[in-house]
């Protein structure tokens, strides 16, 4: 991830060399962009706590009818306030990770596709390594499995109790 | 934010499949969430703090209500980069 656009392998100077093991995706769906004050707000404070780093971010809008408009984060108001924020825009998602991430969201709504640098676990990924280690993967679990899941623990302790 | 690329086309990408997204849940509870007026009243502190111009407003509001002029909607899958 620490490479350019290119695929060199080395290190573009001035760019961010991120851990290559902390580098994660998040969709963050909205009603609209204007609902993205907020969120771009509370972006900014994780940039500067140092808790997480943005490699890229765009934003998207779904109409009614599914189909999508693309907004850079440059051309979106409500983004203003991570115009000063340390990151980069541009350099990872393509157009066709933009059009995968887009059919999945429900129409009429927006969501922001960001990119990030998991600055909050760099302990962790240091700490596997210095065991010989390395985080190998991840993936966030959706709501509906861990409802289906509590459900089913709820179940279980229904026959124990009985 | 420094902008690395003009062009998103020619990047290899980053993402493996589909993203699993909550689905029939609505993103955000509106009831719940910032009243228009106030995000319009934090709008126009962006314009207010420089950061926004009145033009920019403007467009900023087509986009984020109804997707004003200008704005070329893409197909989902991104079959418009297939066509002609």
Request: proline fraction near 5%; charge should be negative; include cysteine.
């Amino acid at each position: 991830m620490a490479e350019g656009a290119e695929g060199s392998d080395l290190p573009v100077p001035g760019r961010f060399s991120p851990d290559p093991d902390l580098v994660e995706y998040v969709v963050i769906g909205l009603p609209d962009l204007s609902s993205s004050l907020r969120v771009a707000q509370a972006l900014k404070r994780l940039v500067e706590t140092s808790r997480i780093r943005i490699l890229d971010l765009v934003a998207v809008v779904s109409d009614a009818r599914g189909r999508y408009t693309v907004a850079e984060p440059e051309l979106v108001a409500s983004l203003s306030e991570l115009r000063t924020v340390d990151g980069e825009v541009g350099g990872l998602l393509s157009d066709d990770d933009i059009a995968l991430a887009c059919r999945a969201l429900r129409s009429g709504s927006a969501a922001l596709i960001l990119v990030a640098e998991d600055l909050w676990a760099q302990e962790l990924a240091d700490a596997a390594r210095s065991g010989g280690g390395q985080i190998v993967g991840g993936e966030r679990i959706p709501r509906m499995r861990l409802e289906q899941a509590e459900r089913a623990r709820g179940r279980g302790h229904d026959k124990t109790d009985g | 934010m420094k902008r690395v690329s003009g062009s998103r086309g020619d990047h290899v990408g980053v993402l493996r499949a589909r993203p699993v997204l909550d689905q029939g849940n609505e993103p955000v509870d509106r009831s719940a969430g910032p009243r228009r007026v106030d995000e319009l009243r934090l709008l126009l502190q962006l314009v207010d703090r420089g950061l926004l111009s009145e033009e920019e407003l403007d467009t900023q509001l087509a986009l984020m209500f109804a997707l004003g002029p200008g704005h070329q909607p893409k197909t989902s899958g991104g079959l418009n980069r297939l066509g002609p």
